[in-house]
């Protein structure tokens, strides 16, 4: 009892209620979970299915894809849709299904034809010229012809044999991507267009419009005529024949998976 009071005479009692409620809150503290602030984070389906909605249907804004999702008896706010698409950086719709060129050529790659030409140095330094053709789903290259001297009547015949040679082979195009050099003439597009085939200029000065032809013209530079002394034109398309050859039924391609 004389320890008891010397102990009270030690601690004031506002000491000992502190000490008390110091107590229940740190147990409070512990037995209460900590939780964040505001409503729960959406479950992560829901969030991937409404990412795949909005990239699967361009044209849809956050308003259609909440009421997809309460057709399938998901119950979300729509404002929480468009906090999904924002923190995903999903523009809105109309930006969304506007088709840019980059789509233009995905969506109607088995239907795409890319030409153009490139110019070839020979041994003595004489300026030869090569017209090819590509298409956009197969990576197919044809080698048309060569020439020192591409007048309009030359690739005009060009064209028509392209033509017999799609034919030939069964391929359907609708379209074909040439930039503006005045090699291509009006009879050059008059054959084609009577063929059912659409000509699509690409801008000034904007190889990337007909990417996939600029890089095959890279690649025949780098595996070929960078590592091979022509001597005049026949040689040339010899070499270019070949390599058609090799192209077309050997190398892989990386765009298409590895197969040719």
């Not at 109607?108 to 030409?115: E, I, N, R, S, T």
Request: proline content about 4%; charged content about 25%.
């Amino acid at each position: 009892m004389d320890k008891l009071r010397r102990l009270v005479l030690l601690v004031r009692p506002d000491t000992l209620m502190r000490w008390h409620r110091d107590l229940l809150r740190r147990r409070h503290a512990v037995a209460s979970a900590p939780r964040r602030p505001g409503r729960p984070r959406t479950v992560r389906s829901i969030r991937a299915l409404v990412w795949r909605l909005a990239r699967e249907n361009p044209s849809w804004g956050y308003r259609r894809i909440h009421g997809e999702l309460a057709a399938l008896g998901i119950k979300i706010a729509a404002s929480t849709v468009w906090e999904i698409l924002k923190e995903q950086g999903i523009a809105p719709s109309p930006q969304r299904s506007h088709t840019g060129w980059a789509d233009f050529l995905r969506d109607q790659a088995d239907a795409l034809l890319a030409c153009d030409f490139f110019e070839v140095r020979t041994l003595t330094g004489a300026r030869l010229y090569a017209f090819a053709v590509i298409e956009h789903a197969t990576r197919r290259i044809r080698i048309l012809g060569t020439t020192a001297h591409p007048t309009g009547q030359w690739v005009t015949q060009l064209g028509r044999n392209l033509l017999m040679d799609l034919h030939e082979a069964g391929t359907t195009a609708r379209f074909l991507i040439r930039d503006r050099d005045a090699k291509f003439t009006a009879a050059f597009d008059a054959v084609l267009t009577d063929a059912a085939i659409q000509v699509v200029t690409t801008g000034i000065r904007i190889p990337r419009m007909n990417s996939i032809m600029e890089r095959w013209i890279q690649t025949c530079r780098r595996e070929l005529l960078d590592r091979t002394l022509i001597w005049n034109q026949p040689h040339l398309l010899h070499a270019l024949r070949e390599f058609e050859t090799f192209y077309n039924e050997h190398r892989p391609h990386r765009t298409l998976g590895q197969r040719h």
